[in-house]
């Protein structure tokens, strides 16, 4: 099961974009790289998902090298309620999901 | 989208009781749930696996006579805390698998916070 290697925390303005890197060195050719958001004492809401190249949705952009050993989470133009927890989960299933510790994004006004 | 309603939300029980959590899809049909425990300022891990009309599969370490889940239905999982302790005070998250195209996607409950006195 690949595991994976987050920023554990970063900050940001209001306004501007914000790119978080995650490391799944071991991910393999069946697994998928999925995107959590997940604000305090609630469940993690998914962002997005991808497996390889560029993946864009209405609230974010996932950005796959062609060697898929790392991957990026762009949120453009974050807001103050953008602040929370993103977890990077690596998996060819829902049942391989290993959640590691995540990285806590703080928006300032 | 798809909606996981969990049950309830809060709550606060005494020493050596009982406590039930409820995770229900309300839209769609799981046959597949899981149950995961956060602790503060940790990432979630993993309890269970769910599986309706059959026994659940537990997560290394973790007890299966303390922590009884039932899929009963495609709708419905549960998961008792029995003779909680103050050590089982947690946040406590399901999740269910919702076919979509070829794949799957996670939706989660709201988590229940569980502190026992």
């Known amino acids: 099961l690949a595991k994976t290697t987050q920023p554990i925390s970063m900050d940001s303005y209001e306004g501007q974009e914000v790119n978080i890197t995650c490391s799944h060195n071991n991910i393999a050719t069946n697994d998928y790289i999925t995107w959590y958001q997940q604000f305090p004492s609630q469940g993690p809401r998914f962002i997005i998902q991808g497996y390889k190249t560029k993946v864009t949705n209405e609230v974010a952009s996932l950005f796959i090298p062609a060697d898929r050993k790392s991957s990026t989470l762009s949120l453009p133009r974050v807001s103050l309620s953008d602040t929370a927890v993103y977890y990077c989960l690596v998996g060819e299933s829902n049942y391989q999901l290993i959640w590691g510790a995540g990285t806590k994004l703080i928006i300032k006004p | 989208g798809a909606v996981v309603s969990q049950h309830p939300s809060w709550v606060i029980c005494k020493s050596g009781t009982s406590v039930k959590i409820e995770c229900r899809s309300l839209?769609?049909?799981?046959?597949?749930m899981f149950w995961y425990r956060q602790f503060p300022k940790q990432s979630l891990m993993l309890m269970a696996t769910?599986?309706?009309?059959?026994?659940?599969?537990?997560e290394q370490g973790v007890e299966k006579d303390k922590f009884l889940i039932n899929h009963a239905s495609l709708t419905l999982s549960t998961l008792t805390v029995t003779s909680a302790h103050p050590e089982d005070s947690s946040f406590y998250i399901c999740?269910?698998?919702?076919?979509?195209?070829?794949?799957?996607?996670?939706?989660f409950g709201s988590g229940t916070q569980l502190s026992v006195l």
């Open positions: 999740s269910a698998t919702r076919r979509q195209g070829a794949g799957e996607k996670l939706f």
């Open positions: 769910s599986n309706e009309g059959s026994k659940a599969t537990y």
């Open positions: 839209d769609f049909q799981a046959t597949t």
